[in-house]
């Protein structure tokens, strides 16, 4: 079994209360942090990790904090994004639902090594039932002098608010939050100049990181950041949450050691248990859907015939040509009677629904990718179709305000450098594609 | 079929689907304003237009389930702001109805991961049982049929949210369960 840090306790009956939290250990990172640290301490801690952003870029914790405008005499804002609507992607909900304090607990080391009193969990607004579990916890962190003013004696103040998010994909994307935080639209924001670090919140300087990332601070402090960077391999530090879905016989969210081969996370039984009722792996998107797909040979095995490991590292080898990335961890598993373009197909949908709309390479290319893939996989496709795809896709790569526009291309791009027979077979059995789809309601009177 | 469906920047700016029916209710409740008054101190001074998206929540929630043209000036008038800045928000996310909805509304989840494990099969059901569309309300108002994107329930799929609940790992036959008991309450 491998190493767990953030779900070791997940499963103790009533860990969601600050009593039973605190009696397994809960709060002795941040009573170690306020009593040994300086905040610039703990960002040393952080880096020291080596710990990566857990949100889907990967890019580096300590490091992204220390880009924070401390000079401009503003007021610094700490914002969890919570908005967790990745395709795939289930497993900050866990830690939200499960064990709020570790969250809490976290954020509260991070505010005070940045220098934050005020901070926000942005959520999306569909897990109605977590804003009354988030509530309690706060009060509860409150109720015993962890949040508030004057935290610990130690001269630092924070308040701790849950805000709503209301239904946007692109909410997810850290500046579009930020708009979304203040009362508007969810239009991302242009990089230079709205980098958060600087013009963030109210245009003031704001960190913005993962639940997942800012849960991670709590081992680290515990542990101490060299010893946390002895788990995993190389740059990818620590564990990390995968949640697992699709064809598999045991779904779910998974606390693994970053390292563990790919092929024993979707064979072992303490992960996703094999492929369901006997069948053949067929192809996985590792990290949500806005990643690769990769076939089982590349996904198993990278192109130079080493195992492919879940790293940061590994997963990536081979580029975009034969790899793919760690991204958000959301590990969607496809077995041999899967249509990859009938996914795809929902997956363009998802994207082109999402599209805020301010640029048109993404509006319009999404608009078009969906529509080409409906036809494709209703039996109207045309061959010359997927060259089109082909063509869409690399006329939004790069000519957009934020990434959704490329996060809505690669995965086009990807399952037909993959599975071009399979987009081909869709346009030269046509009446065989239709019949697929229209004889699932008679199927399913026929099992109901 | 149909395939088309809009971004969020064509249903704003080519025609804005805002109703022209009334709700009964639209007024909030004393508990409602004393929470109202809460959220709005979250923010800092001057900047109350955050509230703007927990509010609208709330008057969803307490007038009926959807946002009339009042209930959205009613807020705006709340966080003194115009009414159209809460109009051009309120197009925006797609969890605000700004149209009358079913008792209950059904949002199934429709996005790939789920595909995987039945969720054509399980709207298609819904179809035939309610006999309506995706986006129709059953003639005796009790229900709507939506479909949604990925909700974070991708592991327990196929699964739809209705109200505060999310209800997963569907199948015909809890399906047929959970109708029976809202058609009885
Ligand atoms: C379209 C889009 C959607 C995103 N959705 C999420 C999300 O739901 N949750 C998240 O943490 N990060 C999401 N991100 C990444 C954020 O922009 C940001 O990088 C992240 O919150 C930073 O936190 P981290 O460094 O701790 O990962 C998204 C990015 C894009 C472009
Ligand atoms: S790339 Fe798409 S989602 Fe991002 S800002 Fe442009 S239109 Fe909006
Ligand atoms: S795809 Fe349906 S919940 Fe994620």
Redesign the pocket.
């Known amino acids: 079994m491998s190493k767990k840090l953030l779900l070791h306790n997940i499963d103790i009956p009533g860990i969601e209360t600050i009593d039973i939290y605190r009696q397994h250990g809960g709060y002795s990172a941040l009573e170690k942090a306020f009593s040994t640290f300086t905040p610039d301490q703990v960002t040393e801690q952080v880096k020291a990790s080596g710990l990566r952003g857990r949100g889907g870029a990967g890019f580096p914790t300590g490091l992204k904090w220390t880009f924070l405008d401390r000079k401009s005499g503003k007021p610094i804002y700490l914002v969890c994004n919570a908005d967790e609507s990745e395709p795939g992607t289930f497993k900050d909900r866990y830690l939200l639902e499960k064990i709020p304090h570790l969250l809490i607990e976290g954020m509260i080391i991070t505010a005070y090594a940045i220098g934050a009193h005020k901070a926000y969990i942005y959520m999306r607004g569909e897990f109605k039932w977590i804003f009354p579990i988030l509530e309690k916890a706060l009060a509860e962190a409150k109720a015993a002098g962890f949040l508030g003013e004057n935290i610990l004696n130690s001269g630092f103040s924070l308040d701790l608010y849950v805000h709503p998010g209301a239904g946007a994909y692109?909410c997810g994307e850290e500046t579009a939050l930020l708009e979304s935080l203040e009362g508007n639209r969810g239009?991302?924001r242009l990089k230079p100049p709205y980098f958060p670090a600087v013009m963030g919140l109210y245009n003031c300087p704001t960190l913005v990181n993962n639940v997942e990332t800012l849960a991670a601070v709590v081992p680290i402090i515990q542990l101490g950041g060299e010893k946390y960077a002895e788990i995993g391999v190389g740059k990818s530090t620590g564990t990390k949450l995968i949640s697992a879905s699709g064809h598999i016989n045991k779904p779910g969210v998974y606390e693994i050691e970053l390292g563990l081969p790919v092929e024993e996370f979707i064979y072992s039984d303490d992960y996703c248990g094999g492929i369901k009722d006997g069948k053949q792996l067929k192809a996985v998107i590792a990290g949500g859907s806005s990643v690769p797909i990769l076939p089982v040979d590349l996904i198993l095995k990278t192109a130079a015939g080493t195992p492919r490991l879940m790293t940061y590292e590994s997963l990536a080898e081979g580029g975009f040509i034969t790899g793919t990335m760690l991204g958000s961890g959301g590990f969607i598993v496809y077995d041999e009677t899967a249509c990859i373009v009938r996914n795809l197909w929902t997956l363009a949908r998802f994207y082109h629904h999402e599209?805020?709309?301010?640029?048109s390479p993404?509006?319009e290319g999404t608009g078009w990718m969906e529509k080409v893939l409906f036809r494709l996989e209703h039996g109207q496709g045309k061959m010359s179709d997927i060259d089109l795809l082909v063509d869409v896709a690399k006329k939004i790569e790069g000519k957009?305000?934020?990434p959704?526009?490329e996060a809505a291309a690669w995965p086009v791009a990807a399952a037909i450098r993959h599975f071009r027979p399979e987009f081909e077979y869709h346009v030269t059995h046509r009446s065989e594609v239709m019949d697929i789809n229209h004889n699932s309601i008679s199927a399913m009177l026929v099992s109901a | 079929m149909n395939w088309t469906h809009e971004t969020r920047s064509k249903s704003m700016n080519n025609h804005i689907h805002i109703s022209t029916s009334t709700s009964a209710k639209s007024e909030f409740s004393p508990a409602t304003m004393a929470l109202v008054n809460e959220i709005i101190i979250r923010y800092p001074e001057g900047k109350h237009k955050s509230a703007l998206i927990p509010l609208l929540h709330l008057a969803q929630n307490e007038f009926g389930g959807w946002l009339s043209p009042e209930s959205m000036d009613y807020v705006a008038s709340i966080l003194k702001i115009a009414p159209v800045e809460v109009y051009e928000v309120a197009t925006f996310y797609s969890m605000f109805n700004l149209q009358p909805v079913g008792k209950y509304m059904l949002e199934v989840c429709q996005t790939g991961p789920c595909g995987l494990n039945g969720a054509d099969k399980i709207i298609n059901y819904l179809k035939h049982k309610l006999n309506i569309d995706i986006g129709e309300t059953s003639a005796d108002g009790l229900f709507t049929l939506k479909t949604v994107e990925c909700l974070a329930s991708c592991g327990t799929a196929p699964m739809m949210q209705v109200g505060e609940h999310y209800y997963e790992n569907l199948t015909p036959s809890s399906i047929d369960h959970l109708l029976k008991q809202w058609s009885n309450k």
């Open positions: 692109i239009n991302p599209s805020c709309g301010q640029c993404c509006r957009t305000i934020c959704l526009g």
